[in-house]
């Protein structure tokens, strides 16, 4: 299927979020023996699933599922405290690698529903991150997804409404939620700083520009990725005839390119680089041109005990030479060099402690 041209977007794929937590799962495995625990899917893409599968890591969906002693990782998409709770308790070591831009919005419904506010949470329902993100405050967050929610939704008579969100939503969709609510509602509380992140955002306002400017565009990632759908829903109403959602390039449908000399591609914040490349490849085109909107210079730190252990290692001359590096220069490292690095020189558990008893202690993943 010969593609005349590919317009590819800036930005695209994994976002520092998931930057951080890939890498902090990566390294798990490397200061550990096999098995590590994860949490639920450590971000929703399969291909990056089954690398870690590939490294001994086994990914279980309630803490409990783990042995008591063993290392586990929370995912990036936030977790109910009571889950957090039950890991220390059960745990030898936990890492919560909640991307902060998710604690954002934990605190928010703390706040707001502890000042006797109620909080429509706009999410999707069943997802882990809305699932974990409702736990801060069950009895006075209520869940809606469209428009048609916010009318049945039952708030007390009042109460302060706040209208708080799941980060990697539609903004087109998003504002359709917040709008029926400030008309049911009136003054409705909203953040300063809005909920959905920059990766989302940005990453949707790049497929706005690629879907007025191609034929068909094509959105890389996992069906169970919000933000991954979101694009798709993004380039459909921008006015794209043919938006389609692939996993990878064994999902491209065959006719795609046929009589279209314009394809966009685009990858959602949880799709890897090397699974956009090879959907590029398959659609075999003369040329490609990057469309950016956005630089994105955000980073963020490995969690903090990964990051002290490291550290100790490196200090005392221990770490094996190719991972003192990628720990040096882990801004600069992508997840994606660290996992091929651990891959090929086989560094699972190169640098496990040794086993200790659970300690019931928590170590976030934030320096502060
Ligand atoms: Fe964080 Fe946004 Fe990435 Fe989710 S999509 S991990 S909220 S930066």
Redesign the pocket.
Known sequence: MPTRRILLAEPRGF????ES?VKSLAWMAVLHRPPVFCVHPV?HNEHVVARFERLGVRFVDDPDDAPAGAPVLLS??GSAPHAVERAARRASVVVDAV????TKVHHEIRTRTRAGGTVLYVGHPGHD?AVGAIAHAPDRVVLVETPADVATATVPDGAPVAVLAQ??LAYDAWREVVGAAGRRFGDVWLPPRDDL????TNRQAAVVVLAQRCEAVVVVGSSSSS?TRALADTARRAGCPVVVRVAGPDELAADLTDGRDVVGVTAG??TPAHTVDAVVEALRPERIERVEVAREG?Y?PLARPIRQRLRELAVHGALDPALHDAFVHDRTTSADDLLTLIEGADLVGAHASPARPATGALQHRRAS
């Open positions: 976002c520092a979020g998931v937590a971000v990036a998409h991307c902060p831009l998710v991150e980060t990697t992140c920059f990766a989302t933000n914040a949880s955000e963020f």
